[in-house]
Nanobody
Framework: EVQLVESGGGLVQPGGSLRLSCAASGFTFDAYGMYWVRQAPGKGLEWVSAIRWDAGSTYYAESMKGRFTISRDNAKNTVFLQMNSLKSEDTAIYYC????????WGQGTQVTVSA
């Protein structure tokens, strides 16, 4: 059974940092690119970042460039999202995702940026 389990969210002040983790199981992790996607309150899904299966390439939405860093540890079947210089508009539920025969999603982790 495919499982994606996000963790690391929480409440942080503007300008602060968080590191999200997504532990994967039930599939060949190092064969797939991985994605982070978020959903802010009352809004639709927003793509955040992606990383190639071998971490050879990384991609970011424009508003995250320079603040967020995606990485992965294929030995531990885990993908990370380091988020720095957080802003109130980064408040959202953050999901990890990959695409095989269909989209697979974790349960999400809540990130709240507030003073």
């Amino acid at each position: 059974e495919v499982q994606l389990v996000e963790s690391g969210g929480g409440l942080v002040q503007p300008g602060g940092s968080l590191r999200l983790s997504c532990a994967a199981s039930g599939f060949t992790f190092d064969a797939y690119g991985m994605y982070w996607v978020r959903q802010a309150p009352g809004k639709g899904l927003e793509w955040v970042s992606a990383i190639r299966w071998d971490a050879g390439s990384t991609y970011y939405a424009e508003s995250m460039k320079g603040r967020f860093t995606i990485s992965r540890d294929n030995a531990k079947n885990t993908v990370f999202l380091q988020m720095n210089s957080l802003k109130s508009e980064d408040t959202a539920i953050y999901y990890c995702n990959f695409k095989s025969n269909r989209d697979y999603w974790g349960q999400g982790t809540q990130v709240t940026v507030s003073a």
